[in-house]
């Protein structure tokens, strides 16, 4: 599918501009070719914001593989008043080259079907304020032109646009990659020696986490330093996919190598089943299996042909989220793992930097041992004090989300931890922090490393060693520059804090940096609380759930009426962990359900979603955007919040204690 721009860029007169405005009914009356507006008659402001990748295709739409199926339902997650705003082929019926929306456009996850949707519909141009990084890189290696509404209104005002326009700011490899038409050409023109990459000057320099890994996996001669803006080749050292991304990933290396493609160092590399594995529970997806199934078979078919570790479902059991297995047992301090997942920035607990690519940069570099990376900014959250009992890591990245996130500073940025706080959490605490890099729209997240890493790793994975891993660790230069600042965060400041589901329907998104405390939501009953995710789905997370339903029940407390508490594990060793402390007794006790290892209801695919849009969730999990975990409102909050709402009915905070004080005294 991909070919070359043209150098300069013009739009066809046969073809139409959709304007994804904030108002629905000027998109309808577009989509039935009504309706066609341009830059003069819109303002920026009227612009959707926030387009995220799971209402450009949600999970299901996501169940095809061949992005011709995928492209059918393209913005299918886009709900106003229970319904479709676009139907089944409407992006692609209405013969539109160009899409325009607001500021960051495709955050949420790294699906690359995002933009698969929109160019397999004849999409060549995506026009936004801003581009979440993932969906951005995205649209280069699938070799969709990007630009500002100004460009839009050159484009409209019938000037032919040189190419040079679409990527001025950006790196000299994306240059290259955008120049020859998406990634595989690039890769295939670099394989044959028809372009250099050029090599960034670069002086010794003090340098951050990030920087300073990054410097350690370039290719190609030159000083062992990198600043941000500089396009590097860097090598990598693993990474892994899962049973919703392998099939494109081994579809696309069939299509672009042949049959009999080989990658680089399978050993180094993953596949997981842990995405789909109870979606047989949702009654929505039932009519989906057969496509399941595919995916599935997909998979095993890619690593028995690779060879890669296998993390495959064993008598329909999963053995984790492949974020809470990877920092179990493949991801070591100062590595660079990459994985076909916005969440794989949770393995940055482990100190080493780690994010998610799209399927196509996927299959490049396992199939190539490298990728292309514009060094990213920073941005430092030194870390003071210590978390008051009732509050969480959790609370922290809400509190994070409100305060930095929202207004964009940590936009494409690495977030690094430092500073004494850290120690105070628990590794679990850390990969909480570093998970939710992506809710940030961060590029990915790195904790300074201390002695409870190596203990923690060296415990799972004896044969590593201690003195290797203080080697290759990192810690950032006493000069090194943050563009994104040095931020000095009390951790005896952050209060409990939701995040509250907006108002979609009228403008305001479902958005993990809605942030409020609980006490600013006033009173909010609730029906589902659920504990789980690679947000929430590990050990310290089941220690708090259970801290508050041992302290309910021994208060003669269940899950409060009209309310379902479910708890699920994410990975084995979570699981066996709980069983082997007595969790399980108590949750039973309680009147909670237990779901084995896996995801589920965060990707609407498993026990714990809404099922119509009047029903309130509170969760532990990491995304609120509407209609990922059902058609209901959801409020994000910590595991304890989450525990303790379940008893009580409503959204609340957690403190010790407090069903206690409930207990009328006896006589
Ligand atoms: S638990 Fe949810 S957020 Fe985490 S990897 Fe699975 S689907 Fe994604």
Redesign the pocket.
């Known amino acids: 599918m991909s070919k070359k721009p043209p150098e300069n860029v013009k739009l066809d007169p046969t073809k139409r501009v959709l304007f994804l405005t904030k108002d629905p009914e000027l998109i309808k009356k577009q989509l039935a070719g009504e309706l066609d507006l341009s830059m003069d008659d819109v303002t920026v402001d009227e612009l959707l914001d926030d387009v995220n990748t799971d209402a450009m295709t949600p999970a299901w739409v996501c169940f095809d593989h061949k992005p011709e199926d995928i492209a059918r339902n393209a913005y299918a997650g886009l709900i106003v008043e229970g319904e479709r705003l676009f139907p089944t082929d409407a992006l692609k019926d209405g013969n539109f080259e160009v899409i325009v929306s607001g500021y960051r456009k495709g955050v949420g996850s790294s699906r690359e079907t995002a933009v698969q949707a929109e160019k397999w519909s004849g999409i060549k141009i995506a026009i936004a304020a801003s581009f979440a990084p993932i969906h951005a890189a995205n649209n280069v290696s699938q070799g969709v032109l990007m630009a500002g509404h100004d460009v839009l209104r050159r484009l409209q005002a019938g000037e032919e646009v040189p190419l040079e326009e679409f990527y001025k700011h950006d790196d000299p490899i994306t240059q290259l990659i955008i120049r020859q038409g998406g990634l595989f050409p690039f890769a295939k023109a670099l394989a044959a020696g028809e372009i250099d990459i050029p090599q960034p000057e670069i002086a010794e320099r003090p340098m951050s986490m990030a920087e300073k890994i990054l410097a350690r996996h370039k290719l190609g001669d030159g000083a062992p330093y990198v600043k941000p803006g500089d396009a590097v080749l860097v090598e990598v050292d693993g990474g892994y996919s899962h049973e919703f991304t392998t099939a494109q990933v081994h579809y696309f290396l069939e299509q672009e190598y042949g049959s009999d493609y080989e990658i680089k160092s399978p050993g180094h590399f993953a596949v997981f089943e ?2 789909l594995i109870y979606a047989e529970e949702v009654p929505k997806l039932r009519g989906f299996l057969d496509k399941i199934g595919t995916l599935r078979e997909l998979q095993r078919e890619f690593q028995a042909h690779t060879g890669v570790q296998d993390f495959a479902a064993r008598e329909g059991r999963s053995p984790g ?3 809470e297995v990877a920092r179990e047992k493949l991801i070591a301090p100062g590595e660079f793992i990459l994985a076909t ?1 916005s ?1 794989t920035c949770m393995g940055g607990c482990n100190n080493a930097l780690t994010w998610g690519v799209g399927a196509t940069e996927y299959a490049n570099l396992i199939h190539s041992g490298f990728t292309q990376v514009e060094v990213p900014e920073s941005i430092r959250f030194e870390l003071t004090g210590e978390l008051s009992p009732g509050v969480t890591a959790k609370d922290v990245m809400l509190h994070l989300l409100l305060h930095y996130a929202k207004p964009q500073k940590t936009l494409n940025r690495v977030m690094e931890f430092t500073g004494p706080g850290v120690s105070s959490l628990s590794m679990d605490e850390r990969a909480t922090l570093t998970n939710m890099a992506t809710e940030c729209s961060a590029r990915g997240a790195i904790v300074e490393a201390d002695e409870s890493t190596y203990d923690w790793l060296l415990e799972r994975r004896p044969e590593l060693d201690r003195e290797e891993m203080r080697q290759a660790s990192v810690r950032p230069d006493p000069e090194a520059h943050y563009d994104g600042g040095v931020h000095e965060i009390d951790l005896g400041t952050i209060r409990p804090m939701v995040a509250h589901p907006g108002d979609p329907d009228r403008g305001i998104p479902s958005d993990p940096t809605n942030g409020a405390t609980v006490e600013e939501i006033g009173e909010v009953p609730i029906e589902i609380a659920y504990g789980g ?3 929430a789905g590990k050990i310290d997370d089941m220690i708090f759930y259970h801290q508050v339903a041992k302290e309910a029940v021994e208060a003669g407390l269940q899950v409060a009426d009209g309310v379902q508490f479910l708890i699920q594990f994410g990975s084995a060793e979570v699981e066996e962990y709980s069983r082997e402390h007595g969790f399980l007794a108590t949750f039973a006790r309680a009147g909670i359900r237990v779901i084995p290892p896996g ?1 589920g209801a ?2 609407g695919c498993g026990p714990g979603v809404s099922e119509n849009p009047d029903q309130v969730t509170v969760s532990a ?3 609120n955007y509407k209609g990922r975990s059902g058609p209901g409102r959801l409020y994000l909050a910590s595991p304890l919040t989450v525990a303790a709402s379940a008893f009580t009915g409503k959204i609340t905070a957690y403190r010790p204690g407090m069903f206690a004080e409930m207990l009328v005294p006896a006589g």
């Open positions: 842990d995405h989220i492949c974020h997942d969440h995710s690679c947000t995801c965060c990707i999990i990491n995304r």
